[in-house]
């Protein structure tokens, strides 16, 4: 059974950082792919200087098209808001019938994953591989040597697709953070600038 890695963000926009996480998680694990999941809304964001989804889309589609191991995934694009992550994953499963979907995430997000909605069913039925990030706080007990969570060790990456608009809105070379491709989409249609 093929085994995907789902990335979820808004990938507002997709930087080196996500690219280095995503491609060290399917080279150095047992998954067969990573599809990046790009969320119309997060439930605990607002939209402010967000790209719209098809912009998103694009840009992601551009810095993923070299990657035979990476691609994209616009499951949530159709799926009501808010969204939650148990809701696609019920969705993801039910349309791809034959594989076998595990979570990817940064292991600060362990320390609030106790307040996922249905957090429980997610980890009763997927896998998550989980990234090192420098942040405060401790990963709950429940959560440190559990069978379904597998701790991957990747590179640490303190790059931010804020810290990147900022830069842009600021008139600052944020060339080397982003991938080639998207760079030029960007600088193109002129995004997040002032």
């Known amino acids: 059974m093929k085994r995907v890695g789902l990335f979820f963000g808004s990938f507002n926009p997709i930087h080196i950082g996500h ?3 995503a491609n060290h998680l399917v ?8 599809w990046f999941v790009i969320t119309p809304q997060s439930p605990f964001k607002q939209k402010k200087s967000m790209l719209d989804n098809h912009q998103r889309y694009e840009l992601v589609y551009l810095a993923t098209e070299s990657y035979d191991k990476l691609s994209i995934s616009t499951i949530e694009f159709g799926l009501s808001q808010p969204n939650y992550t148990i809701d696609t994953l019920t969705h993801i499963s039910e349309k791809f019938e034959g594989i076998q979907f595990a979570i990817l995430m940064g292991e600060d997000n362990l320390k609030s994953f106790h307040k996922w909605k249905n957090y429980e069913a997610i980890l009763s039925d997927y896998h998550i591989y989980t990234y090192p990030r420098i942040s405060e706080g401790k990963i709950p007990k429940a959560f440190e040597n559990h069978p379904k969570i597998t701790h991957v060790n990747a590179p640490v990456i303190e790059i931010s697709s804020t810290m990147i608009r900022k830069g842009i809105a600021d008139g600052k070379n944020v060339k080397p953070l982003l991938p080639k491709e998207a760079w030029k989409y960007i600088d193109e249609m002129n995004f997040y600038r002032k």
């Open 19 to 21: 690219l280095i996480i």
């Open 27 to 34: 080279e150095h694990s047992n998954l067969d792919e990573v």
